[in-house]
């Protein structure tokens, strides 16, 4: 990635962001509530409203300047880097999940 980027470009914040702060909480809520309680769905709802408009936010207001500061090249990296992380966070859900379900009793 090219050095002329300013950090704001390259290294995003997150300390500013009150969607991004809320979704934190509500995660960390939902992470508390057993998966048999009648409130999770709607708490799981409203975290992928949060995350969705985060990312509409994150769209219209960040991505353009990103886009006017870095070349195709850092943009290419950034993408792929990106990838990366989404693939990495993917894998890590799914053996989760994997480990959960070996954990579960034998259905009858």
């Known amino acids: ?3 002329d980027l300013p950090v704001q470009a390259t290294r995003p914040s997150f300390s500013n962001d009150t969607t991004a702060t809320r979704g ?20 799981c709802l409203r975290l992928e409203r949060m995350v969705t408009e985060h990312v509409s ?7 353009p300047k990103v886009q006017s500061l870095a070349n195709e090249e850092d943009l290419d990296s950034m993408s792929e880097d990106m990838q990366q992380a989404i ?3 993917r894998n890590t859900e799914l053996l989760r999940m994997a480990e959960h379900q070996e954990s579960l009793p034998p259905s009858v």
């Open 57 to 63: 936010q994150e769209e219209s207001a960040l991505l």
């Open 1 to 3: 990635m090219a050095s």
């Open 87 to 89: 693939d990495q966070w």
């Open 24 to 43: 934190v909480s509500l995660h960390s809520e939902i992470l508390q509530v057993k998966q048999t309680d009648p409130g999770l769905e709607g708490l």
